[in-house]
């Protein structure tokens, strides 16, 4: 059963680094685009960041500059190197492949 599994959330101090990697289980990673969004407690799931089968990456204003978005077909997976944290960044992050293909979702909490 093809699914994508998140990994790498944690508790961190304002200020720290986190990295996510989603890994593609069952299946090969498509090549298309893939993304991050995040869902916040209270809020609605919000685009973070995205990229396409050329490399081509698109952040959302609020990361830009902070997070990384990449993806490594060899290890068929995708990954979100999240920079100079903010509490505003806690959330639950989620991998979305290609339509509605999405994962369980991983917590990220930053500390004030």
């Known amino acids: 059963q093809a699914q994508l599994v998140e990994s790498g959330g944690g508790l961190v101090q304002a200020g720290g680094s986190l990295k996510l990697s989603c890994v593609a289980s069952?299946?090969?990673?498509?090549?298309?685009?893939m993304a991050w969004y995040r869902q916040a407690p209270g809020k609605a799931r919000e685009f973070v960041a995205s990229?396409?089968?050329?490399?081509?990456?698109n952040y959302a204003d609020s990361v830009k500059g902070r997070f990384t978005i990449s993806r490594d077909y060899a290890k068929n997976m995708m990954s979100l190197q999240m920079n100079s944290l903010k509490p505003d960044d806690t959330a639950v992050y989620y991998c979305?492949?290609?339509?509605?293909?999405w994962g369980q979702g991983t917590q990220v909490t930053v500390s004030s």
């Open positions: 069952g299946v090969l990673l498509p090549a298309s685009k």
């Open positions: 990229i396409n089968q050329y490399g081509t990456t």
């Open positions: 979305r492949g290609p339509g509605e293909w």
